[in-house]
């Protein structure tokens, strides 16, 4: 099963690959991101890939989210994320790659990106089959 999580970058200066993957090679022994995979040893934790304001497939992700938005009662949720969405200048997409005996320990695997983002890039992040996140709490769940 795919499973995304994104993370959507509304600050004007925004993280490259380059940037991501001298990021995640920080967060310990063997990790490391090459060509959009994200490694720890031997281990693939995911696939990363970075889409910009303008090259279409952006604006698709920002169009989907739209349309689930609208069917939100969540007033105050739902005005976070448009607002995010107009701001964005990019997105931040992970296909997770679970380990089927430990899916929790993949994403606490992730934390580390996720937190730093928050902290370097102001934004939000979705997660699949959940909502949008904030550095500290839910900020909207969509199901």
Not at 43 to 57: C, E, F, M, N
Not at 74 to 98: P, T, W, Y
Request: hydrophobic share 45%.
């Amino acid at each position: 099963m795919e499973y995304f999580m994104r993370y959507f970058v509304e600050s004007d200066a925004v993280p490259t690959m380059g940037d991501l993957a001298l990021i995640w090679a920080t967060f310990g022994e063997g990790y490391t991101l090459l060509d959009g995979e994200m490694r720890i040893g031997e281990t693939i934790v995911g696939a990363l890939d970075i889409y910009t304001r303008g090259d279409g497939d952006f604006e698709e992700e920002v169009e989907e989210f739209e349309e689930y938005l609208k069917e939100s009662d969540d007033e105050e949720g739902v005005a976070r994320v448009k607002e995010c969405l107009e701001l964005a200048k990019m997105s931040i997409g992970i296909e997770v790659n679970f380990d089927p005996e430990d899916p929790e320990g993949t994403m606490d695997l992730l934390m580390p990106l996720w937190d730093w983002l928050f902290i370097h890039h102001p934004g939000l992040l979705q997660a699949d089959m959940a909502g949008f996140y904030n550095a500290t709490d839910m900020v909207l769940e969509l199901a």
